[in-house]
């Protein structure tokens, strides 16, 4: 693919996924204390320390929604969220960013397609559809509608 296919599918990816990260089932509570990427910007010490904004970007990213780890591929989701609401919904433009630097990052895919199976779990556990969005048809809730394989997003 090239670089405008890759950016374009990325965006149209995300973009499903902050629909979907908005309309959250209340199930899980509203809040803004544990997801706050409303303001995030790389810590340069960060970005010295692991060397590059990626990888600080995933130190972030781990500590923030896996910090005891990610639950094997066999697990329905590799971590369940906490809280709902617009700092969580933020990541979303934390790793649009992020991805329109880094349009073939492997390790920026597997956040997307993480964020979606957890973002899938939760409707499924809510049993609710999950809600479509303008730039994709498919909005069953599988891994389809963001163009992601099962094993993980593609290089």
């Known amino acids: 693919m090239s670089f405008f296919e890759d950016i374009g599918r990325n965006n149209a990816q995300l973009s499903h996924l902050r629909t979907a990260l908005a309309q959250l089932p209340h199930s899980i509570p509203l809040g ?3 997801y706050n990427f409303e303001h995030y910007a790389p ?3 960060r970005v010295e320390l692991y060397g590059s904004t990626e990888a600080a970007l995933n130190n972030v990213l781990e500590v923030t929604f896996a910090p005891r780890g990610r639950k094997d591929e ?3 989701c590799p971590f369940e969220f906490q809280e709902r609401g617009p700092g969580l919904v933020a990541v979303v433009d934390v790793l649009t960013a ?3 630097e880094f349009p073939n990052s492997a390790l920026l895919r597997k956040w997307v397609h993480d964020l979606w199976r957890t973002t899938i779990y939760h409707y499924e556990c809510a049993k609710q559809s999950v809600p479509s969005s303008t ?5 069953k809730g599988d891994s389809e509608a963001l163009d992601i394989e099962e094993r993980g997003p593609r290089d």
């Open 43 to 45: 810590d340069p010490e």
């Open 32 to 34: 803004n204390s544990k």
């Open 74 to 76: 066999s697990a329905p």
């Open 135 to 139: 730039n994709t048809e498919n909005a």
């Open 98 to 100: 992020a991805l329109n």
